[in-house]
């Protein structure tokens, strides 16, 4: 046991990385809880910035995550990126075009 302990300790020191240990710890609270909390335990999560899982029977059923930004980034998106050129309402092909097509 000790060599292998040594061996990884060995690789550890070759290589830069070594050993990484990620801590994610999730407030869980039972749904009849949250039912009766709803609103001081959103105020809570505004606050601390933290998720709340929800529990039915022990069994994740909902996540109740912060807001990361106050307006959504899909709005505004193609903002002065291009301009309307020519008439927007007339077709592209004449009907003499669109015969020729087939």
Avoid at 15 to 25: E, K
Avoid at 50 to 67: F, S, W, Y
Avoid at 85 to 99: C, I, K, M
Wanted: charged letters at 25%; aromatic letters at 6%.
């Amino acid at each position: 046991m000790r060599r292998a302990v040594s061996s990884l300790v060995a690789h550890a020191d070759i290589y830069d990385h070594g050993i990484i240990t990620m801590v994610n710890i999730m407030k869980t609270i039972a749904a009849g809880t949250f039912k009766a909390n709803c609103l001081a335990i959103m105020d809570d999560v505004k606050a601390r910035r933290e998720t709340v899982i929800i529990t039915k029977h022990g069994e994740p059923v909902a996540k109740l995550v912060p807001v990361i930004g106050d307006v959504d980034d899909i709005f505004g998106f193609f903002l002065d990126r291009g301009a309307i050129t020519g008439d927007v309402l007339e077709p592209v092909l004449s009907a003499e075009e669109w015969g020729s097509l087939r």
